[in-house]
């Protein structure tokens, strides 16, 4: 099987990986903030399906370390919200330009930063949490980047509950958007392998984030969040900007 890269691109892919890890774990998200730009770079093939492959292995681990932080049925509205979005995604990436639909959404996550810098939350109410939870299945499935809209809903959390939170619903939302894309034929085995080959790195940065989640849990994570999102988007609207000036 031909998986369309080289060991060169692996290695890299592999530490671009490691890093972003290493931020989730100790935040609460950051892998595919931080490893999709990357990943885009080193070769395509690494996104959106092997990298959210992947971060199965992350997000478990983390979810069961927090297992006691909070109710399952308190996210039901945002699972039911991301899958909803994941299906409206899948849909639509197929008539409407993925990249154009990544500068949407990265405009509206800058516009909440500094919402939320002003004082300006989003209120957890079951409303919101569906509507918020469309917008990050409908990201993740389009860009690969789906964390920043729940983040910025959940950024109050105590650091171990927002870890918790979040990879919750990273987990069980990762496997409805893997499970629409198979059903709208936008993955399967090459990418299973190619996930399964990302995944030693989100271990590795799994087990050497404790470390930075102590030092962040000392009233940082809040601030951590807002710029993790703020450079995620702003990555994004760079990248798409790129894109159509050398298409111009």
């Known amino acids: 099987m031909e998986l369309g890269f080289s060991l060169a691109h692996y290695v890299g892919a592999i530490l671009a990986i490691v ?39 992350l997000t478990s681990q983390m979810a069961y370390r927090g297992r006691r932080e909070f109710h399952p049925t308190e996210v039901i509205p945002d699972l039911i919200g991301i899958f909803i979005g994941a299906i409206f995604g899948v849909a639509l990436v197929r008539v409407v330009d993925s990249k154009l639909l990544g500068f949407i959404f990265s405009i509206i996550i800058l516009l909440a930063v500094v919402l939320s810098i002003k004082g300006n939350r989003i209120q957890k109410t079951r409303k919101n949490q569906v509507l918020i939870g469309t917008i990050s299945g409908f990201m993740g499935s389009t860009t690969g980047i789906g964390a920043p809209p729940l983040a910025l809903m959940y950024q109050d959390e105590p650091g171990n509950r927002l870890r918790a939170l979040l990879a919750f619903l990273f987990f069980f939302g ?24 990302l995944a030693p790195g989100m271990l590795i940065g799994y087990w050497i984030s404790p470390r930075l989640s102590a030092f962040l849990d000392q009233g940082r994570i809040r601030t951590v969040v807002l710029g993790i999102c703020s450079v995620s988007a702003v990555t994004l609207v760079i990248k798409n900007i790129i894109v159509f000036l050398n298409k111009s």
């Open 19 to 57: 890093f972003g890890a290493t931020v989730q774990a100790s935040v609460g998200l950051g892998a595919g903030l931080i490893a999709v730009p990357i990943l885009l770079l080193i070769n395509p093939v690494f996104v959106p399906a092997p990298i959210i492959l992947a971060s199965l292995i």
């Open 174 to 197: 990762s496997l409805g958007m893997l499970a629409v894309m198979w059903l709208g034929g936008l993955w399967g085995m090459k990418h299973f392998v190619i996930g399964i080959l």
